[in-house]
């Protein structure tokens, strides 16, 4: 029997020139080496930190003698996962381990998590840098004694603004564990139904991170 044709959700942002980035980094930058109308073929050069749009954090991020982004086992960047949705306010708060629990939220060991904080209507604003609500250093405690193989999320960055020693960073790529941030259309996932997902990244020899192109695959056998 084949297998049955799972439905995918575009978790990715649009890579553009004018695209919003974070405070302090550059935008993609785009040439055309090559037209068609005069050269015969279109190509195009494009320069960018390995940090922009969709993109995943490697641990070599922020430490040094650990992996890098082409040595991850992707099998950590596929699988099964499991959404948290912040149904909350955003007012860059802190989203405490006690919350979590209380909602009911369950989560197997092994499993990708996922951190929906809901600051993907803000996209392409300046409230989008400013205003997402992040983990406790309790809730990323808990997420690696679940031995989750990556953390993802549609925020920007998994510390809070203004952060001076990245610790939610630190801890979670201490466990090597990768990070996946600014995914969006998390909303279209349906609530209560098993999904996996796929955030595979460019394999860049020995760098700190890179893009990737991020889908869920729902109905997939």
Same mark, same amino acid.
């Given at each position: 029997? %084949?297998?049955?044709?799972?439905k995918i959700i575009d978790l990715?942002? &649009?890579?553009?020139?004018?695209?919003?980035?974070? #405070? @302090?980094?550059?935008? #993609?930058?785009?040439?055309?080496?090559?037209?068609?109308?005069?050269?015969?073929?279109?190509? &195009?050069?494009? &320069?960018?930190?390995?940090?922009? @749009?969709?993109?995943?954090?490697?641990?070599?991020?922020?430490?040094?003698?650990?992996?890098?982004? /082409?040595?991850?086992?992707?099998?950590?960047?596929? @699988?099964? +996962?499991?959404?948290?949705?912040?149904?909350?306010?955003?007012? %860059?708060?802190?989203? $405490?381990?006690?919350?979590?629990?209380? $909602?009911?939220?369950?989560?197997?060991?092994?499993?990708?998590?996922?951190?929906? &904080? %809901?600051?993907?209507?803000?996209?392409?604003?300046?409230?989008?840098?400013?205003?997402?609500?992040y983990p406790s250093k309790e !809730? *990323?405690?808990?997420?690696? $004694?679940?031995? *989750?193989?990556?953390?993802?999320?549609?925020?920007?960055? !998994?510390? =809070? !603004? @203004?952060?001076?020693?990245?610790?939610?960073?630190?801890?979670?790529?201490?466990? /090597?564990? #990768?990070?996946?941030?600014?995914?969006?259309?998390?909303?279209?996932? =349906?609530?209560?139904?098993?999904?996996?997902?796929?955030?595979?990244?460019?394999?860049?020899? %020995?760098?700190?991170? +890179?893009p990737c192109r991020a889908v869920?695959?729902?109905?997939?056998?």
């Open positions: 029997m %084949g297998m049955n044709e799972p990715s942002h &649009t890579l553009s020139s004018d695209m919003l980035v974070y #405070p @302090g980094t550059e935008r #993609p930058v785009f040439q055309w080496l090559g037209r068609a109308n005069s050269e015969g073929f279109n190509l &195009t050069r494009f &320069t960018m930190l390995t940090h922009t @749009g969709t993109h995943i954090d490697a641990p070599k991020h922020f430490l040094d003698d650990v992996i890098c982004i /082409d040595e991850i086992p992707l099998n950590k960047l596929f @699988g099964k +996962a499991c959404i948290f949705r912040n149904n909350k306010k955003l007012k %860059g708060q802190e989203i $405490s381990l006690e919350e979590i629990i209380a $909602s009911g939220f369950q989560l197997e060991e092994n499993q990708i998590f996922i951190m929906e &904080t %809901g600051i993907e209507k803000y996209a392409e604003t300046k409230q989008y840098n400013e205003i997402f609500p !809730v *990323i405690e808990w997420l690696i $004694s679940k031995k *989750i193989k990556a953390y993802m999320t549609d925020a920007t960055t !998994v510390d =809070p !603004v @203004g952060t001076k020693d990245s610790l939610n960073h630190h801890l979670l790529l201490g466990a /090597d564990i #990768p990070i996946v941030e600014n995914l969006k259309n998390l909303y279209l996932i =349906p609530k209560d139904k098993e999904f996996f997902i796929s955030a595979l990244p460019i394999k860049l020899k %020995g760098r700190d991170g +890179a869920a695959l729902i109905d997939f056998e």
